[in-house]
């Protein structure tokens, strides 16, 4: 945080920095109750937010806000969950619909069951989020390079692999000198 704040100052002495560090999931760490930065004559200091200790109706003021909603302090989570997906479908822009379910889904994966998200969150609507989709492709690509690099330990060639995994023959002949260099190491 301090590299941050004297690169800012850096840019703009002028401009005015607030740094804040958000912590989304109790802890027992004593980080949390940390507020500054101390290393020989230096002292940074920066403000915490622990989110399980603000209410979750706060949260739910803001259509910004609504994903932290289920991580605020509530007596019933999935009910804070409910109602963040009733504020939601009050908006109007689809785009942003669909960017706070998916937002509201993988922040309230930190303290409910993938089941219970599912069945209070439209996972049709969340599957157009560009947030989804970006971590649905980076997913695939990940499997497709795990087949690649089996088909790779198994003594398929690189000919065989690329087309059948849709991978480039450059991209196989990587994996294969991670692979080799994995091995030597």
Do not use: C
């Amino acid at each position: 945080m301090l590299d941050y704040r004297v690169r800012g100052y850096r840019k703009d002495p002028t401009k005015p920095m607030r740094q804040i560090v958000i912590y989304l999931k109790q802890t027992a760490s004593e980080r949390v109750d940390q507020t500054s930065f101390e290393m020989e004559n230096t002292r940074h200091e920066f403000e915490v937010v622990r989110i399980w200790e603000q209410p979750a109706s706060l949260f739910l003021q803001y259509p910004g806000l609504i994903p932290f909603a289920s991580l605020g302090q509530s007596a019933d989570t999935e009910e804070t969950l409910r109602q963040a997906a009733r504020r939601i479908d009050q908006i109007a822009d689809p785009t942003t619909q669909a960017n706070l379910v998916a937002a509201s889904g993988i922040l309230a994966g930190l303290k409910l069951k993938d089941d219970v998200i599912y069945h209070i969150l439209r996972r049709d609507i969340m599957q157009e989020s560009t947030v989804y989709r970006s971590i649905w492709r980076e997913a695939e690509e990940e499997k497709t390079r795990a087949i690649a690099l089996n088909l790779l330990r198994r003594g398929v060639a690189i000919d065989i692999i690329a087309p059948s995994t849709g991978l480039s023959i450059e991209e196989v002949q990587q994996l294969q000198q991670q692979l080799n260099g994995s091995a030597q190491s």
